[in-house]
């Protein structure tokens, strides 16, 4: 039982990034929950005290209803279905009844944008999604900003995410594993942001929320994706895979979709409102630092 005062982070989907954010909180003395449908997850989140509720598709948990009731701060990272925001359908009247709530994240993307030829956009852009994944996406940050209030309530805010990478996740463990490919569409850019930034982002925001904000969290510098691969492949001593023409390339309809969409992301509002200071403010610093733990691990 956590004490009056005490921080409580309950994250819905303690993934790749909703499980960074929980390690740090609980390195500060945050009382951390959350939860998984992986039940490999669980075991290995609760070895780390983490509060880990196994939750099954589809269905509400009384356990995560429990926990809301003491949470003060609340992420989900759970993207949305058909029907919509799963998170809001099972769990939605629980939010609205949580006592010690202040703060509320979503983990959207911005996919929301749609096309722009490679032109920036920023928070203020209309949306515009081309695809039915990015769609459902805009309806579900909508269903989570109808929970704002004006006079009361917790805080709720939108964390637009470009492409993460991160330990475990990054082109230098592709080209290892022998996966990665360069594939070129000339002009196409891609917006990225490292795990830790990530992080960052997040406890900014939770140390000072701002009533229906949406944030782009994306690094300084959008960059042709066959550029990123033969960097990484120079960091790792390695010949750069071969070039593939994004015409001839072999790839899934949903790996196609990204390449859909060719714009530039400001992360300006960060910056400005926040006062983050990204750790790794392009792919660059970002692949040096992710070979070096790679080399410290040997």
């Known amino acids: 039982m956590s004490s009056p005062s005490s921080p409580h982070l309950f994250v819905f989907g303690l993934g790749y990034s909703g499980g960074a954010l929980a390690r740090c909180q609980r390195q500060l003395g945050w009382r951390v929950g959350g939860t998984s449908r992986k039940p490999q997850v669980v075991t290995a989140l609760l070895e780390e005290g983490i509060e880990t509720i196994l939750i099954e598709e589809g269905e509400a948990s009384g356990a995560a209803s429990d926990a809301l009731a003491e949470t003060t701060h609340l992420l989900s990272t759970v993207p949305p279905d058909a029907e919509g925001?799963?998170?809001?359908?099972?769990?939605?009247?629980?939010?609205?009844?949580?006592?010690?709530?202040?703060?509320?994240?979503?983990?959207?993307?911005?996919?929301?944008?749609?096309?722009h030829g490679g032109g920036w956009v920023e928070e203020d852009t209309p949306p515009a999604p081309t695809s039915e994944r990015s769609r459902r996406r805009l309806t579900a940050e909508q269903a989570w900003l109808s929970l704002q209030q004006e006079e009361s309530g917790p805080s709720v805010q939108i964390f637009r995410l470009a492409g993460i990478y991160g330990p475990g996740r990054n082109p230098l463990e592709a080209l290892r594993a022998g996966r990665a490919r360069r594939i070129v569409k000339p002009g196409q850019v891609f917006g990225r942001i490292h795990l830790d930034?990530?992080?960052?982002?997040?406890?900014?925001?939770?140390?000072?929320?701002?009533?229906?904000?949406?944030?782009?969290?994306?690094?300084?510098?959008?960059?042709d994706p066959a550029a990123v691969v033969a960097y990484a492949a120079d960091l790792l001593g390695l010949e750069p895979p071969p070039a593939i023409p994004f015409e001839e390339a072999d790839l899934s309809p949903l790996a196609?979709?990204?390449?859909?969409?060719?714009?530039?992301?400001?992360?300006?509002?960060?910056?400005?409102?926040?006062?983050?200071?990204?750790?790794?403010?392009?792919?660059?610093e970002g692949l040096i630092a992710l070979e070096a733990q790679g080399r410290d691990r040997v």
């Open 85 to 115: 925001d799963p998170i809001l359908r099972h769990y939605g009247a629980a939010i609205a009844a949580a006592p010690r709530l202040s703060w509320i994240g979503y983990l959207s993307t911005t996919g929301v944008y749609g096309d």
């Open 197 to 223: 930034d990530i992080v960052s982002v997040l406890q900014a925001s939770m140390a000072q929320p701002s009533p229906g904000a949406i944030y782009n969290v994306s690094d300084d510098e959008p960059a």
């Open 256 to 284: 196609r979709s990204f390449y859909a969409d060719n714009r530039r992301v400001s992360n300006r509002r960060i910056k400005e409102e926040l006062g983050v200071t990204l750790a790794h403010p392009s792919y660059r």
